[in-house]
């Protein structure tokens, strides 16, 4: 079955980085683009960024020039580079592969915070 285990999170300053960090299986993961969705409390959840199979990305214009997202196939993960965090970045943070069905880790806590 699919699995997701995003892992990285944590409590960091304005203007600090975290490096975010998920590992799937159950699937082949170099045959799928992989998304870093994050939700804050009483928000949707939105996407953040997507790297496809061809390594091209896209972020959220909110991020964009921050956060990088790459992937490394040999060891199904997918990962976030986040920098200069803001506050408004405060969010649970979650993997997701471009699969039917919806599939979802536990998501990993960003809290970003003086």
């Known amino acids: 079955q699919v699995q997701l285990v995003e892992s990285g999170g944590g409590l960091v300053q304005p203007g600090g980085s975290l490096r975010l960090s998920c590992v799937a299986s159950?699937?082949?993961?170099?045959?799928?683009?992989m998304r870093w969705y994050r939700q804050a409390p009483g928000k949707e959840r939105d996407v953040v960024a997507i790297i496809y199979t061809n390594r091209r990305t896209y972020y959220a214009d909110s991020v964009k020039g921050r956060f990088t997202i790459s992937r490394d196939n040999a060891k199904n993960t997918v990962y976030l580079q986040m920098n200069s965090l803001m506050p408004e970045d405060t969010a649970v943070y979650y993997c997701?592969?471009?699969?039917?069905?919806?599939?979802w880790g536990q998501g990993t806590q960003v809290t970003v915070s003086s």
């Open positions: 159950g699937f082949t993961f170099s045959a799928y683009a």
């Open positions: 997701n592969p471009a699969l039917s069905g919806g599939y």
